[in-house]
Each structure stands twice: as structure tokens, then as C-alpha cells.
């Protein structure tokens, strides 16, 4: 193994989870994800020569982001994937425990279901800034840097993006 492939495992195959949830979020298909991450991770290694960065993860999911751009420029679609709210693959909203009793579940359950739901309704720019920022955990300046738009851009967004979401589970109280 080059002491380029050994840099390239360290330093971006830890965040395969993350580029695959990203992918998930935006395409709203599991397989299409898995293949977008594969040409994400593909182009990633191309250019890994390139990369200038301390931090691979927002240059990644950057590149993710752009081969789900580029799959649905390839599937010549103007409407995004209707949402599944009974998906059972979803990914995990909450990192809370609770005990696990049927009715516990049954609620844990429908709760996810509501807000998967209510993130796949939002607007491709704001459902990708609310993924990076509550999921992938992105600061706003790495979000401006994956999306190449200005930082306050991703401050709009993400705030439109919470209260529509935040709307759509109004309903469901």
C-alpha cells in the first residue's frame, strides 16, 4: 500500500457513515446512495492528491453533495423522490434511550416517521443544510465550504429550513 492509500484510508474512508447518510437525505434512495457514495469515494480518491485540507470530512461530503447533483442532472428530473414515511431504514433522529416497551416503540417509531417526513418535504437546499448542520454536525463555515455558498446563505437556510420543519411537526401535535 502507497503512503497515499494509507493517508486516504485514514483520513477519509472514517466518515463512509456520513457520506452515505448525506447521500441518503438527498437522493431519498437507499441504492442510489450506496452508488453515488461509491462515485463520491471514487472521485475522492482521484483528486485525494489535491486535497489541501486538515479536515477531509466537509471536502467529502462536498463531493458527495455534487455526485447526487450530478445524478439527478442524469435522471433529468425537476421533481425530487416522494418521501416513504414508514421507512424502516430510516436514519436514526435521536440519540435518546428510552425503555422498550411496545408502546415506547410505537411512538419512538411514528415520532421518527413524522419528522423523516417533515425533512423530505423540505426544499433540497434547506433539507441539505439541515442534514449537514443536525446530522453530519458540520460547523456553518464548513457547510459554506461543502455547498460553496456564503456563510450567512447557510445561516438563512438552516433558520427557514428549522421553522418550516418545525411547522410540519406542529401538525402532528
Known sequence: MTETNARFDAEVLPYLDAAYSLARWLVRDDHV?????????????????????????????GIVRNCCYDWFAQQKRSREFESDVEDADAPALDGHSRPETPETLLVQKMERAHVTAGIARLALPFREVLVLREMEDLSYEEIANVLGIPKGTVMSRLSRARRQLQEELSQYR
Open 33 to 61: 446512495a450506496e452508488d453515488v457514495v461509491q462515485d463520491a469515494y471514487l472521485r475522492a480518491f482521484r483528486y485525494f492528491g489535491s486535497f489541501r485540507g486538515s479536515d477531509a470530512r466537509p471536502w467529502l461530503l
